[in-house]
């Protein structure tokens, strides 16, 4: 089958090139055609040979997810595919359904909350070699993924989709993901370029904020994946900035992105993100998917070709309003863009659902999945002379593979919590289910259907069945918290609140009455409230983690992997704790939201929380979190050391480096995350009390001690100074502080910069 598949490929490949091999008389290779030239001399040899006809029909889309090459100079399609936690099923020409394909079927991996919460680079490798061999094998040439908005608000609906809080943890787990999937000859598209820091509204929301925010939280991680990723190309957002829609802004997309961090790749728009063609040419966008024109009105054949980067472009150009020289400048970036994929004779066949690809997705789950609390030592389960585990919660039997928006996955299998508990108990203990709580009763997306787990009883029949079979049980897990439903954890809208949804706080505290045996696995990409969290003894962070969830989680439960995950994002106490909400206009400034009257109407939002997000804002507001930034605990214990640094005064060409010794003092074999942060002690500009700036995941045996070391230059020191439009590291003292999390500080040491 593979090998009629290769036949087949080679043979379009083939015919494809057939007009252009036969312009050449003499069987020399075009200059664009010689992969052994230099990519930027083909990419100008490819521009002389095109029409403008043909420039401007490769920098919009003909299908969903195609652009459409240059069929007479051999130049193939471009193909896209959703990501970055599995790759989207086939769909129609121009529908979103399914195209009821039989072996588009993929590995579902966790979504990148996950990822992030294992602090872990290897990981992150991990991660984008093995999704990206799925693209490879499905022809893809393009992962619209990964995803690095920061979490600003624990209610929007897409934070599942991103990496956290942090620009620093962003930054440095992003760039190994970008690696992995490019090795593959499969580009990363990294996403959404940017302040695209909410659902609700996304479409009109017309963000400002200083430049010091800008530069210092929303952008390093988009910063990482150019210039130290190299990633091939980006998506633009929905929202606007600063009054112009970002697909079209020239500030983000050229003084930034390309003068400032020197970007060589395709600017693609999000899909029905360009609302202006003039905006577009001048904006910097360079190939256009998923706008909502209608052909029909425009008397075209087809609406892919009224896009606004389309026939309107075209027809600006021949009527002489404008130019080609900006039209050359995005076919060549499109042009780089296929050559680096499509066009990569050395990339590799890739593979699809291996058994590889399961152990991959199953070893990021657990080293994801986050112990928030176990009194008593609960966990792991002791099934020694054990006759009854109670299973709670709609959250153990539902699907978490469909849904969600873009990001919903036909996955050829997913292992459900309590498929993955009875299925490692075995026989030997009687692992009883009952529901709790029914939610949404959403059934399908696209086409993809989820199983069908509706139930009629009202949540007073369901909360008593669940308490009666609570009461004697050995163990008690509920395994609940949000979906992928809309006002979940889903695109497009944003959550009502920071509770759990379908009565489940309730639920847990009557669980908790009759029964001191109980482990809540809270399955959501977002931090949720605990009112019941004094009265719980265990408490398991989650996440959405794809095809091997179920056995991850039990893994977790069992004890068969010790939990070395840390949060990525802080876990407020309540809305009030968090600045977006505090001191922001979320989800838009006041006075418009209440005189709007239209869904279309532009909204602005200035983000006064300013540079201060998440552990950032608690540490200024001397508040106390649910659970801290970088919070994760472990079936064994560590002790750390004092921290020691290798001098006390540095220069500005100078590093510093910063050790201490970390030890396993329990007995089981662990691993530690160690971070470091710096405080400025006395700056000219505000600064957050402290930063991350540095973190190692250390694996110990039982007594074993190993020393972490990390190094500090001028840049884990500097901060953005508005006025100057530069960075700014300034002469004076500052601490670094070593931590097991934001609020776990194990020891600190001041050091001076001259």
Request: proline share 5%; hydrophobic share 35%.
């Given at each position: 089958m593979k090998f009629m598949r290769a036949m087949m490929a080679a043979a379009i490949g083939l015919s494809a090139l057939m007009p252009a091999i036969a312009a050449f008389a003499d069987n020399a290779p075009a200059p664009y055609l010689d992969v052994n030239r230099p990519i930027e001399e083909r990419v100008q040899d490819a521009?002389?040979?095109?029409?403008?006809?043909?420039?401007?029909?490769?920098?919009?889309?003909?299908?969903?997810?195609?652009?459409?090459?240059?069929?007479?100079?051999?130049?193939?399609?471009?193909?896209?595919t959703d990501g970055p936690h599995g790759i989207r099923p086939e769909v129609f020409w121009d529908e979103w359904n399914q195209a009821d394909w039989t072996n588009d079927s993929c590995t579902a991996f966790p979504a990148l909350t996950c990822l992030a919460a294992t602090w872990n680079p290897e990981m992150a490798a991990l991660y984008g070699k093995s999704i990206g061999e799925e693209a490879r094998y499905r022809e893809k040439d393009v992962l619209l993924g990964p995803g690095v908005n920061i979490y600003r608000t624990p209610l929007n609906g897409r934070n599942f989709e991103y990496m956290g809080e942090d620009p620093y943890l962003a930054s440095v787990m992003v760039v190994p993901y970008i690696k992995g999937v490019q090795s593959n000859g499969v580009a990363t598209c990294v996403k959404h370029y940017a302040l695209n820091n909410q659902e609700q509204r996304r479409h009109t929301t017309d963000v400002d904020l200083s430049d010091r925010a800008l530069y210092e939280i929303y952008l390093p991680a988009f910063k990482a994946a150019v210039t130290e990723g190299g990633s091939w190309s980006i998506m633009g957002s929905y929202n606007?900035?600063?009054?112009?829609?970002?697909?079209?802004?020239?500030?983000?997309?050229?003084?930034?992105?390309?003068?400032?961090?020197?970007?060589?790749g395709a600017v693609i728009s999000d899909w029905g993100a360009v609302h202006n063609t003039e905006q577009a040419i001048d904006g910097g966008l360079d190939l256009e998917f998923g706008s909502w024109t209608n052909g029909l009105s425009e008397g075209m054949k087809n609406a892919y070709d009224s896009y606004f980067m389309a026939y309107p472009y075209l027809?600006?150009?021949?009527?002489?309003?404008?130019?080609?020289?900006?039209?050359?400048?995005?076919?060549?970036?499109?042009?780089?863009?296929?050559?680096?994929?499509?066009?990569?004779?050395?990339?590799?066949?890739?593979?699809?659902?291996?058994?590889?690809?399961v152990a991959a997705a199953r070893r990021i789950a657990g080293e994801g999945i986050v112990l928030l609390k176990n009194d008593g030592n609960l966990l792991p389960l002791d099934l020694t002379g054990k006759r009854k585990i109670v299973v709670v919660g709609e959250n153990a039997i539902k699907m978490m593979t469909v849904g969600g928006g873009s990001s919903?996955?036909?996955?050829?299998?997913?292992?459900?919590?309590?498929?993955?508990?009875?299925?490692?108990?075995?026989d030997d203990v009687d692992v009883v289910y009952v529901r709790g709580y029914v939610g949404d009763p959403v059934m399908e997306q696209d086409g993809l259907k989820v199983q069908d787990i509706s139930d009629s009883r009202s949540a007073d029949e369901l909360l008593a069945e669940a308490v009666d079979a609570a009461r004697g049980a050995d163990y008690v897990i509920f395994v609940g918290g949000l979906n992928k439903a809309p006002h979940q954890d889903c695109e497009d809208a944003d959550r009502e609140g920071l509770g759990l949804p379908y009565g489940q706080d309730r639920l847990i505290s009557e669980l908790a009455r009759v029964n001191s045996n109980l482990v809540v696995v809270n399955l959501s990409g977002n931090a949720v409230a605990m009112p019941w969290i004094k009265d719980v003894p265990a408490v398991v962070?989650?996440?959405?983690?794809?095809?091997?969830?179920?056995?991850?989680?039990?893994?977790?439960?069992?004890?068969?992997?010790?939990?070395?995950?840390?949060?990525?994002?802080?876990?407020?106490?309540?809305?009030?704790?968090?600045?977006?909400?505090?001191?922001?206009?979320?989800?838009?400034?006041?006075?418009?939201?209440?005189?709007?009257?239209?869904?279309?109407?532009?909204?602005?939002?200035?983000?006064?929380?300013d540079i201060f997000v998440g552990y950032r804002w608690a540490d200024k507001e001397k508040t106390t979190p649910l659970f801290p930034f970088g919070h994760g605990l472990s079936y064994t214990s560590f002790e750390y050391g004092k921290p020691t640094a290798d001098k006390k005064v540095m220069t500005a060409d100078d590093i510093i480096t910063v050790s201490v010794n970390v030890k396993n003092t329990g007995s089981r074999e662990g691993s530690e995350i160690v971070q470091l942060y710096i405080a400025d002690k006395k700056s000219s500009l505000p600064r957050p009390v402290k930063e991350l700036k540095g973190f190692r995941k250390v694996k110990l045996a039982p007594g074993e001690e190993k020393t972490v070391s990390f190094t500090v230059d001028k840049t884990a020191l500097s901060f953005f100074d508005d006025k100057k439009h530069q960075w700014v590291a300034e002469p004076g003292k500052f601490e670094a502080i070593v931590g097991a999390s934001s609020c776990d500080i194990k020891g600190s040491l001041l050091f001076e910069l001259k």
């Open positions: 521009l002389s040979r095109m029409t403008t006809e043909e420039k401007v029909a490769i920098i919009h889309a003909q299908s969903k997810f195609s652009s459409p090459g240059v069929q007479r100079l051999g130049i193939p399609e471009l193909w896209c606007l900035y600063r009054g112009r829609h970002v697909c079209q802004n020239s500030r983000l997309l050229k003084d930034i992105l390309r003068d400032e961090w020197g970007f060589d027809k600006l150009i021949k009527e002489g309003k404008t130019d080609t020289k900006e039209l050359d400048k995005k076919a060549g970036n499109v042009l780089r863009l296929i050559f680096r994929t499509a066009m990569n004779p050395s990339k590799p066949f890739g593979s699809m659902n291996s058994p590889e690809h919903s996955l036909k996955a050829r299998r997913e292992v459900t919590p309590l498929d993955g508990l009875k299925q490692r108990v075995g962070q989650g996440w959405f983690i794809g095809s091997e969830a179920g056995n991850a989680i039990t893994d977790v439960l069992s004890g068969d992997v010790n939990p070395s995950g840390k949060l990525p994002f802080t876990f407020p106490m309540s809305l009030a704790d968090v600045g977006a909400h505090a001191a922001g206009e979320y989800p838009g400034n006041k006075a418009e939201l209440d005189a709007s009257k239209e869904w279309g109407d532009t909204i602005r939002e200035y983000y006064n929380d």
